[in-house]
C-alpha cells in the first residue's frame, strides 16, 4: 500500500497537515539540540523528511522503512 504512495505521500502530507509536517519536523530538531547532529535512527522513515531535516542539521542518519518504494524516494532527497 505504502509503495503506491511513494510518489505523491510528501504533496499528500503537506496538504492533509495543512502545513504542520514542516512545523514538527523543526520542532523535534529545535528540541533535539546539539544531539540533533549525532547518530540518529529514522524508523519508518518513510520518504526520508525527518532524515534529510536532521542530515542538513548536521546529524548522521540512517532511515529504515519497509516500504522500498519509499526508501527510493528517501535515498534520492537525501542525495541532493
Known amino acids: 500500500m505504502f509503495g503506491s504512495l511513494a510518489p505523491e505521500y510528501d504533496w499528500f502530507n503537506r496538504i492533509g497537515s495543512l502545513g504542520l509536517d514542516r512545523t514538527w519536523r523543526c520542532e523535534l530538531r529545535r528540541s533535539l539540540g546539539d544531539s540533533s547532529r549525532g547518530r540518529v535512527l529514522d524508523l519508518g522513515t518513510g ?6 531535516a536532521l542530515s542538513d542539521a548536521g546529524g548522521r542518519v540512517v532511515g529504515v522503512d519497509f516500504s522500498e518504494s519509499m526508501l527510493a524516494k528517501a535515498r534520492a532527497k537525501c542525495k541532493g
Open 47 to 52: 520518504t526520508g523528511a525527518l532524515a534529510k
